[in-house]
């Protein structure tokens, strides 16, 4: 059974900093693109960024770029979301997310973790 669990979410004000995680427990990981999306209140769930099992495949939504960054552990079967100079509109629910086997198909999801961006 896979599992993905989230942690590192919370509360900050307008251009701070948080890093959230998603660690993966079973089923095969290195072969897997991670992703990450996020649902505000009243809206749909948006893409924010994605990263190729190897890492070498990364790409972002248009509204994080330059402030996001994805990256990966294959060894701690962990993906990762640093977020700098976060704006109100960044307040959401993140979710992680693995696609299946050589695919962009997300298959398994978190169970999320919010972050809040408020002064």
């Known amino acids: 059974q896979v599992q993905l669990v989230e942690s590192g979410g919370g509360s900050v004000q307008p251009g701070g900093s948080l890093n959230v995680s998603c660690v993966v427990f079973?089923?095969?990981?290195?072969?897997?693109?991670g992703g990450w999306f996020r649902q505000a209140p009243e809206k749909e769930r948006e893409f924010v960024a994605s990263i190729s099992g190897g890492g070498s495949s990364i790409d972002y939504a248009d509204s994080v770029k330059g402030r996001f960054t994805i990256s990966r552990d294959n060894a701690k079967r962990t993906v990762y979301l640093q977020m700098n100079n976060l704006k109100p509109e960044d307040t959401a629910v993140y979710y992680c997310?693995?696609?299946?086997?050589?695919?962009?198909?997300?298959?398994?999801w978190g169970q999320g973790t919010q972050v809040t961006v408020s002064s």
């Open positions: 079973g089923g095969t990981f290195n072969n897997r693109r």
């Open positions: 997310a693995t696609a299946q086997v050589n695919s962009r198909n997300w298959y398994y």
